[in-house]
């Protein structure tokens, strides 16, 4: 099991990949023509260090499933897991739980589970046992809570992400916030300081300029954990993140070459004040993400392997 501090790091690495690797963008834009599904991880991790699972906001993986991903990686790559929405104050429809605890939930005439303490408790102990596989191989990094924008200071308080917070103490936890009114005025340093406390990370991010409160703000740079900071980035298209009806609709955009070089000064100045730092690129429309990610290897420095040209492949 990871425990906290022991992200494997040598001071102000910087980590990129994408939120997921299997967008179906990514499929018919970035890897090679026909490669088989099982296939496809291990190729990705050719290119980048770390990815972010974002399937297991849907479901509890299943061990077997983690098992071949951690084979289908180099030793030191690093899985960061988004949690399974009950866990977020979203609506979580029954069905998308483990099948025993879809028969102990309490359901509303939607089909959504009520998120009571003990379904929590009871859900968090089979997710935490599919990390173990990955903390097991040394690859788990990030265990991201991404909130729901409903989860506002209006209507919530700190305080209830704190149970959450206490039973996950051996592992390394980031939050992002989806609600603008977490990071504005004197509520930031009241939201920050609660993420220092607890040593959670605060999840920066690159957004529209937007004063929606679905829309963080992107001026915010926070390291709230010495260990680990983290960076997700949604693209810059306000219309396609407030409207769109789909994943790739609301983070439909492509960054410029001067983007990533401004992403690439922000990148340094966070890695600054954490052992490592997590970028990961959500703009995952087409193959936008990959593509920026690789770019900004470049612009880091990093070594990038250039994808083979087989022409059985292309």
């Known amino acids: ?4 501090g022991s992200i494997r790091s040598k001071g102000g690495k910087i980590l990129v990949g994408t939120a997921s690797w299997s967008d179906p963008g990514f499929v018919e834009r970035w890897y090679p ?3 088989p599904a099982g296939e496809r991880l291990s190729w990705y991790a050719q290119h980048f260090e770390m990815v972010e699972v974002n399937s297991t906001f849907y479901s509890v993986p299943e061990p077997r499933m983690i098992e071949r991903w951690c084979a289908a990686t180099p030793d030191e790559f690093t899985f960061d897991v988004k949690f399974h929405q009950l866990f977020s104050f979203h609506s979580t429809p029954a069905k998308l739980l483990p099948p025993d605890l879809q028969r102990r939930a309490e359901t509303d005439s939607k089909g959504n589970a009520k998120s009571t303490p003990d379904l929590q408790e009871a859900l968090l102990k089979d997710f935490l046992r599919s990390m173990s596989i990955f903390a097991d191989a040394g690859k788990l990094g990030v265990l991201l809570l991404q909130l729901s924008p409903a989860f506002s200071p209006r209507k919530h308080e700190l305080g209830e992400l704190e149970s959450l917070i206490d039973m996950l103490g051996d592992y390394e936890l980031a939050i992002e916030f989806r609600n603008r009114n977490w990071a504005i005025e004197d509520q930031l340093e009241s939201t920050i300081d609660f993420m220092r406390k607890h040593h959670a990370a605060f999840v920066n991010v690159d957004a529209p300029v937007s004063d929606h409160f679905m829309v963080m703000p992107s001026d915010v740079d926070e390291v709230t954990n010495s260990n680990v900071a983290y960076l997700r980035l949604h693209g810059r298209n306000a219309k396609g993140y407030l409207t769109g009806k789909t994943v790739a609709a609301r983070f439909d955009y492509d960054y410029s070459d001067n983007e990533i070089a401004e992403v690439a000064e922000r990148n340094k100045k966070l890695a600054r004040e954490a052992h490592e730092l997590h970028v990961i690129f959500n703009n995952n429309n087409l193959d936008y993400a990959p593509r920026a990610a690789l770019r900004l290897r470049k ?16």
């Open 1 to 4: 099991m990871l425990r906290k």
């Open 33 to 35: 023509k026909k490669m």
């Open 299 to 314: 612009a880091l420095g990093q070594i990038v392997k250039t994808p083979p040209q087989t022409p059985e492949l292309f």
